[in-house]
């Protein structure tokens, strides 16, 4: 089950976001999500957990608590929204003639 961690403190280190999950159970992945051009952490993250139960006890145990200084958000992460591509530029947009001139295809 995934989770998400969010409100956390830009200092949290994956390390510190595992240990404090791990009393709970089995942990497969730890990720906190960083701003791609500084490296900074965005203030939240993931955590997986293979077991359903033991990943609601961490929901239930670690919701709302407070870790280095802030309240933790914990919760079922819900499935990333599907992206469309639009591909280039003005594509099938309404680009066309900027200089307002009668041109002729």
Do not use: Q, W
Request: glycine share 14%.
């Amino acid at each position: 089950m995934k989770l998400y961690v969010g409100n956390l403190s830009r200092d949290v280190t994956e390390a510190d976001l595992r240990e404090a999950f791990e009393p709970f159970g089995k942990i497969d992945s730890v990720v906190i999500i960083k701003d791609r051009s500084n490296g900074v952490s965005k203030g939240f993250g993931f955590i997986e957990m293979p077991e359903k139960t033991e990943a609601e006890a961490a929901i239930a145990g670690l919701h709302r608590k407070e870790f280095k200084g802030r309240s933790m958000d914990v919760n079922e992460a819900r499935p990333r929204p599907e992206r469309h591509s639009h591909g280039g530029f003005n594509r099938g947009g309404f680009g066309g003639n900027r200089r307002g001139g009668d041109r002729k295809f």
